[in-house]
């Protein structure tokens, strides 16, 4: 770990910020884009789980690999940042709220978790009839068809919890802030960066992923602990691709193994049985 003291320390973490930028903006412009591109022209379930595949081991050596890289750097920059962040006025409020009177806080958290579970079934049943779902961003390609790609598709989302909270809650935020001395900066550098990295989705993703970013971050400043926003991410991401997959299409009922046809997409309805072989 740099010592915060040492004068090169701000130069080593802004040339450190410099490249990690230039190779994860010029990935997903070029890419990801060409990569999903590709993955929406697949009809085979063997080609769509290759490639599912193929993104959850480059993004956990990627996104997990350079999280312990660059706390490896800046580690020292993680504790006064969170300081730092809980100091502000909001953060501040909601934190003692947390901590003063946490009946009523959790109260408020289960009250949005029995609403949006309430949505989600309201949304599901209205769904399952259209046999379309409204999404924010072009991600409708990703949902899983069979049984085998519901599996690949619960993994990747406890994997995307896990490394990119790490990445974007923790580790970023932290060499930004080693490196300018800023936590606004820290903030709003690491929260647009998940944003842009999610180009492949389209505009619609790009907002929508920046969004629910900075509310992962205020998470996180108002909890006080990587956890909270890390299980926020695994649940959100296994609600688009488990329980939607599951509660409109019905691809629980469908065996990967047994088809010998394209997959239907998932705006054409998914038969209840596999086709026989």
Do not use: C
Request: hydrophobic share 55%; aromatic share 8%.
């Amino acid at each position: 770990m740099l010592d915060p003291s040492w004068a090169l320390t701000r130069p080593l973490l802004w040339l450190t910020l410099a490249a990690l930028l230039a190779v994860l903006v010029l990935r997903a412009i070029h890419r990801d884009r060409r990569e999903y591109r590709r993955f929406k022209s697949f009809r085979l379930t063997a080609e769509r789980q290759r490639m599912f595949r193929k993104w959850l081991l480059e993004s956990f050596l990627q996104f997990g690999g350079l999280s312990a890289a660059l706390l490896i750097l800046a580690g020292f920059a993680v504790a006064p940042l969170l300081q730092e962040l809980t100091g502000w006025p909001g953060v501040r409020e909601l934190r003692g709220l947390l901590i003063h009177e946490p009946e009523v806080a959790w109260g408020v958290l289960f009250g949005v978790m029995i609403a949006l579970v309430v949505l989600t079934v309201i949304g599901a049943r209205s769904a399952r009839k259209e046999q379309e779902v409204p999404m924010i961003g072009d991600i409708s390609a990703m949902l899983p068809r069979n049984r085998q790609e519901l599996v690949l598709g619960a993994i990747l989302s406890v994997n995307a919890g896990v490394v990119e909270e790490l990445m974007f809650r923790l580790a970023l935020p932290a060499v930004i802030y080693g490196a300018s001395g800023s936590a606004l900066a820290a903030v709003l550098g690491s929260v647009l960066l998940f944003g842009a990295l999610h180009v492949y989705q389209g505009i619609p993703g790009v907002v929508g992923t920046t969004i629910v970013g900075a509310i992962l971050m205020l998470l996180y400043a108002v909890s006080g602990t990587i956890v909270v926003p890390i299980i926020v991410h695994v649940l959100f991401d296994l609600r688009s691709l488990v329980l939607i997959p599951v509660a409109v299409y019905g691809v629980h009922k469908l065996d990967g193994a047994a088809v010998a046809s394209p997959l239907p997409t998932p705006a054409d309805p998914v038969p209840t049985e596999p086709p026989l072989v």
